[in-house]
């Protein structure tokens, strides 16, 4: 019974450590709201580990117009629905968006590291128009609580 509990307290502990290493991705994306209420401006962050030069290729979702970024505008270019940003020393790029009245969709993009000769996608982000954001799960934390309390409901009980 020990090694059951000691094998799920380590699953968890792992569960937890996982964000921590996603956060070695080379391009990761934050939004200000993934439910913008209609017509609305929205932040999206994009923060770069170690690429010098390069290139980020966002995808916007359908009826989802690009406003501006935090570079200087010879290093952004809009085609339709996709955004192109040319990286050269940021760690961070920052862009605002406007929402549409209705709809939803993902934000998906690419980045490339010229120096490193690298790339890759960065995970897909939805939004969805006055929708509400899907509440945070019990996560982690709870199942730690809920590990840690099955022991005491059991000596409890004989």
């Known amino acids: 019974m020990k090694k059951v509990a000691i094998l799920l307290l380590c699953l968890c502990l792992l569960s937890l450590a996982a964000p921590a290493l996603a956060g070695r991705e080379a391009a990761v994306r934050e ?9 609305t401006e929205v932040t999206v962050t994009l923060s770069l580990n170690g690429c010098e030069a390069g290139g980020i290729v966002e995808t916007l979702p359908p009826g989802f117009v690009y406003v501006n970024s ?3 505008a010879d290093q952004a270019r809009v085609d339709g629905n996709r955004v192109c940003f040319a990286i050269l020393g940021e760690t961070a790029v920052t862009y605002r968006i406007r929402a549409p009245q209705t709809g939803g969709g993902e934000i998906t993009g690419e980045w490339w590291d010229f120096g490193a000769r690298t790339n890759g996608t960065i ?6 128009v006055g929708g ?5 799960g019990p996560g982690a934390l ?3 609580f809920a590990l840690a309390f099955v022991p005491l409901i ?3 009980r004989r």
């Open 31 to 39: 939004v200000g709201t993934a439910a913008p209420a209609p017509g």
């Open 123 to 128: 995970a897909p982000t939805r939004l969805d």
């Open 70 to 72: 935090s570079l200087p």
């Open 142 to 144: 709870a199942v730690l």
């Open 154 to 156: 059991r000596r409890c």
């Open 132 to 136: 509400a954001a899907a509440a945070p």
